[in-house]
């Protein structure tokens, strides 16, 4: 029962240029989207999030679009940087707020090289 | 910046034993969570916890399972008889209800 998938499961890119990161998910229920990462032997920090009633949320450089009709959002970081080497998660919820439980992607290791 | 702590940070046990794995939520939260993650899979949901009561819980959290908050501060997670397929990285995570959820660095826990 995937109903969040991240069909890439790992990314490589040149630091400095743009990172994409995909997400897709099935229920039609869910109407918040939030991106966490992971570093090893830690919890999942929270990156950005975005409310269905929105296309687009932008945080520094972070960036998150949500395209309802394909159910896809998608994280953009430019530029990437060494240190956002980790695993991003992307998760849902259906409650329109931070109560009800997320359901997480599989995650997709970025891995910024110099 | 305030966290969410868990203890131990690893914890080994043997199959059929109890566990209590523990968190301290940021302190002015209200909501509270607990997830799972098996080696290599992606981040389950186990149950939440609200005005001192479980709010949901997944299919996962069978009766071998509860949760409690002690006290103001403290919120628990324990499996009662450990299965191997226990063993798994549990994380404990907290919100007002208005921001994001906050979560704990996980305890590790590995069923022999």
Known sequence: ?114 | EPEVTQTPSHQVTQMGQEVILRCVPISNHLYFYWYRQILGQKVEFLVSFYNNEISEKSEIFDDQFSVERPDGSNFTLKIRSTKLEDSAMYFCASTTGFDEQYFGPGTRLTVT
């Open chain 1, 1 to 114: 029962d995937q109903q969040v998938k991240q069909n890439s499961p790992s990314l490589s890119v040149q630091e400095g240029r743009i990172s994409i990161l995909n997400c897709d998910y099935t229920n039609s229920m869910f109407d918040y989207f939030l991106w966490y990462k992971k570093y090893p032997a830690e919890g999942p920090t929270f990156l950005i999030s975005i409310s269905s009633i929105k296309d687009k949320n932008e945080d520094g450089r972070f960036t998150v679009f949500l395209n309802k009709s394909a159910k896809h959002l998608s994280l953009h970081i430019v530029p990437s940087q060494p240190g956002d080497s980790a695993v991003y998660f992307c998760a849902a919820s259906a409650s329109g707020d931070n109560t009800d439980k997320l359901i997480f992607g599989t995650g997709t290791r970025l891995q910024v090289f110099p």
